[in-house]
């Protein structure tokens, strides 16, 4: 297991590593983004972006977990939370 975050979601506690250097690589805009959203900009677009940089993140540790499970567990009162978890602990968004 890598090291990283806890953060628990749906009832269940899960470790949220930092992104690795290539999904980085291929996640780049969508991180970027992540940056320009705000409250009112939650679109299922943005809320897309955010599942798929989640999941990036959370498949490092938990690699059986499908976007569609995660998108089971992800509410809108920790889509915010997991997403600046994931981004934060990668060194791309202050704590």
Partial sequence: MIEGKAINLG?????????S???IRKLQ??????G?????????AAVDTMLKVVHAGISRNYSE???????????????R????AVLG???????
Avoid: F
């Fill in 11 to 19: 009832g269940k506690e899960y470790t949220v590593p930092p992104l």
């Fill in 21 to 23: 250097l290539g999904q």
């Fill in 29 to 34: 805009k969508d991180i970027e983004r992540i």
């Fill in 36 to 44: 320009q959203l705000d409250a009112a900009s939650l679109d299922d």
């Fill in 65 to 79: 977990m499908t976007l569609d499970e995660l998108a089971e567990i992800i509410d809108l009162g920790n889509l």
């Fill in 81 to 84: 939370a997991v997403t600046e």
């Fill in 89 to 95: 602990v990668s060194g791309l968004k202050k704590e």
